[in-house]
């Protein structure tokens, strides 16, 4: 095995829940097509929000058809979702961890951005706007942000690392890296790992508002008549394994996990850096042994804000030079919505289901070119293109930068 092969990882099962309906296949289909999720918002306090469209998980998920009833009182939204996209990556890995004797050395990191939210809202409801003396007994098992990681340890009996990232945005690849760096240091074998979102409270979505960086009409990410960033809910589950350990058991490999590269901007609380992106793709890319040529695509993270879309031209400028103009980049988020801590395990179904299908998904809505965004970034309409490697990047509010190397298995 080569050097390159000995510290990649392999992604051996993977699941979602996304804006387009349940399941990982269903999410990449509609990238594929290029259709958007979001849609008017379903929530009961919509009239009184001056933004009411987001990307949500559609009212057909039944949570009682997917977890047996012991576990609904313990499930926020979050963990629901968390749970129901590991199930899908594990059925489709094909481990079974007791069987397999596989659980000493199995673990899971999910990452979130505000963890049990749904809950958090509902009882500070009731306990602030109806005067209840008391909350649900179970409100601290539900909003905590290590729920979903725990969940998923007891439903699979993953005894090894299980733990809970949040760094906003960039949740996702975060935990994902971390997984990565784990199986690579011999801690585990299997790691389970992705993120979990379901961010779409009263209170949440009064916040945003108050931030002045909500679309009201949809997402148009490097478009010069972008307004602002859509939020979305959601999920994605990986199966990670090394790559010995997944061909010595003949498991099928999705992709491999080449590399990560994480940075802090260490400055502003909102406005991205370009150094700050600039040195987390620098660092993916020395980590998985590519040189910026070798890669084909780059799932951007492209909200759609005035200030991230061209200051992340600027880094991809800056890491590519003139490979820069060969790249196909595009931002899913107009389609699957910004997911906060779950947007990057959203996007890594995006990426890896380009590289096995040879189809860049589009970014849709751009009908505006912008001269501070100058890259090739699929407009509106999927692409034929071979992806040998790319890269998925996550910028998140914090400065916290998180970008992950993928090549084709």
């Known amino acids: 095995m080569t050097g390159a092969d000995a510290r990649a990882i392999a992604v051996t099962g993977m699941g979602a829940i996304s804006a387009f309906g349940e399941g990982a296949g269903v999410l990449w289909q509609g990238l594929r097509e290029g259709r958007s999720g979001i849609r008017p918002l379903r929530h009961e306090r919509a009239a009184d929000l001056r933004v009411r469209i987001a990307a949500q998980v559609p009212d057909g998920f039944d949570p009682a058809a997917h977890f047996p009833e012991r576990l609904l009182s313990l499930l926020d939204r979050t963990a629901q979702f968390a749970l129901f996209a590991a199930n899908e990556a594990v059925a489709q890995s094909g481990l079974d961890f007791r069987a397999g004797g596989l659980t000493a050395r199995s673990g899971v990191i999910v990452g979130t951005g505000v963890g049990g939210e749904t809950t958090h809202d509902e009882q500070n409801r009731r306990l602030y706007g109806e005067k209840a003396s008391r909350v649900h007994p179970l409100t601290i098992i539900r909003v905590m942000a290590n729920a979903p990681a725990s969940m998923i340890s007891m439903a699979h009996g993953l005894r090894g690392p299980a733990f809970a990232v949040s760094s906003a945005c960039a949740s996702t690849n975060h935990a994902i890296a971390q997984a990565m760096l784990l199986i690579r240091a011999g801690v585990a074998d299997v790691m389970l790992a992705g993120g979990a979102e379901a961010c779409l409270s009263f209170g949440v979505l009064r916040a945003w508002e108050a931030m002045r960086v909500l679309a009201d009409d949809s997402c148009r990410p490097f478009s010069a008549n972008r307004r602002g960033l859509v939020l979305g809910e959601g999920a994605g589950m990986f199966v990670l394994e090394s790559l010995a350990h997944a061909r010595a058991r003949g498991a099928g490999i999705l992709g491999l996990l080449a590399g990560a590269g994480m940075s802090a901007d260490a400055g502003d ?60 980049v595009s931002s899913t988020k107009s389609m699957h919505g910004h997911a906060l801590g779950a947007s990057g395990a959203l996007e890594l179904v995006a990426v890896l289901g380009a590289m096995r299908e040879g189809v860049v998904p589009p970014t849709i809505n751009l009908d505006q070119p912008d001269p501070a965004c100058d890259l090739d970034y699929v407009p509106n309409q999927a692409r034929d293109l071979r992806v040998r490697a790319a890269l998925s990047n996550s910028f998140a509010f914090g400065g916290l930068n998180a970008v992950l190397a993928v090549r084709a298995a």
């Open 269 to 328: 609380i909102v406005l991205p850096d370009v150094a700050g992106g600039t040195a987390a793709m620098s660092l993916a890319l020395a980590d998985a042994g590519l040189a910026p040529a070798d890669i084909d695509y780059i799932n951007a993270h492209g909200t759609g804000t005035p200030a991230n879309d061209p200051t992340e031209t600027r880094a991809i400028h800056q890491v590519f030079g003139a490979h820069a103009q060969r790249l196909a």
